[in-house]
C-alpha cells in the first residue's frame, strides 16, 4: 500500500466516524471524496464497504449493553418489544434493495 492510500484510507475512516452519528449520508461522503482521492476502482469501492463495516460494528459494540437489555427483557417490558419492533422496522427498506443488488449477479456498489 502507497503512502497515498494509506493517508486516504485513514481520512476517510475519519470522516465515516465523524459522519456516522449525524443526520448525514456518511455513504454520501465517502463516494464523494473516494471521487477526489482518484480512487473509485474496485479496491476503493472495497474499502468503502470495510470502513461502513468498521463503523456498523462499532455501533454495534458501543450499543451492546442496549441490545442485550432489549432481547433480555422483550417478553415482560412494552419498552422492550417496541425497540425491538422499530428496530425490525429499520431493516425494511433494506429489502428491496438486497433482493435488487442480489438478482443477476449485481455487484454491491455497481454506481
Known amino acids: 500500500m502507497t503512502t497515498d492510500a494509506f493517508l486516504s484510507a485513514i ?13 448525514v449520508s456518511s455513504t454520501g461522503h465517502l463516494i464523494v471524496l473516494s471521487g477526489l482521492f482518484g480512487s473509485n476502482d474496485e479496491k476503493g469501492k472495497v474499502l468503502a464497504i ?26 415482560t417490558d412494552e419498552q422492550q418489544r417496541r425497540f425491538i419492533a422499530n428496530l425490525g422496522i ?14 443477476g ?7
Not at 11 to 23: A, V
Not at 52 to 74: I, S
Not at 93 to 102: D, K, S
Open 105 to 111: 449477479g449485481q455487484h454491491l456498489l455497481a454506481i
Open 50 to 75: 470495510v470502513i461502513q463495516l468498521g463503523a456498523l460494528l462499532a455501533v454495534c459494540w458501543e450499543q451492546r449493553r442496549r441490545f442485550a437489555r432489549a432481547l433480555g427483557g422483550w417478553r
Open 90 to 103: 429499520a431493516f425494511v427498506p433494506a429489502f428491496p434493495g438486497q433482493r435488487r443488488l442480489t438478482s
Open 11 to 23: 481520512f476517510l475512516g475519519i470522516l465515516e466516524g465523524l459522519t456516522e452519528y449525524l443526520p
